[in-house]
């Protein structure tokens, strides 16, 4: 069910900038990673227990300075959109990775007109950082990325431990 709701957000919209659906096992093999490193994967399911979305916290970027900083992806079946899933799973990640000890949270949002997205990180505490402009083309266009950033438990105030 996850790839396949994600292979829907490749093939159709611009949350995400790959343009060919992975296949379940690179997409099992993404969720080993998460999995591995200890990282949160959340799934939502309806009540009938279908999957309805996933998201999950991925390392920022590979280099150790970053190690406190999480990047949060989202993605929903396109049936439970506008019904606050995206919200809930977001506070999920946020609540997950602050007991981790994560200090930050960036949101890489596809195409500055993705008001949903940006309208639910901003509801959650994120603040617009900046815009990359058309660094994506997808759909014939110019896609700009979106950036926002949220501080997780204590942030920047003081020193980790770990």
Do not use: C
């Not at 200890?38 to 009540?47: F, H, I, S, T």
């Not at 994506?136 to 438990?153: C, E, H, I, T, Y």
């Amino acid at each position: 069910a996850i790839q396949r709701i994600y292979a829907h957000h490749v093939r159709t919209g611009l949350a995400s900038f790959e343009e060919t659906p992975p296949d379940l096992a690179e997409m099992t093999r993404r969720w080993q990673a998460i999995a591995e490193a200890g990282l949160p994967y959340v799934v939502a399911r309806d009540a009938a227990g279908e999957i309805a979305g996933y998201a999950y916290a991925g390392a920022y970027r590979p280099r150790s300075a970053y190690r406190f900083t999480v990047e949060d992806s989202i993605y929903l079946d396109p049936r439970f959109v506008g019904k606050g899933l995206g919200r809930a799973l977001l506070a999920r990640l946020i609540e997950d990775a602050t007991a981790l000890g994560k200090r930050q949270m960036i949101a890489v949002i596809g195409d500055s007109a993705n008001h949903a997205s940006i309208g639910v990180h901003k509801a959650l505490g994120f603040e617009l950082t900046g815009t990359f402009k058309a660094v994506g083309f997808k759909f014939g266009r110019w896609v700009d990325s979106v950036l926002m950033q949220r501080s997780l438990g204590p942030g920047a105030t003081n020193t980790p431990t770990n």
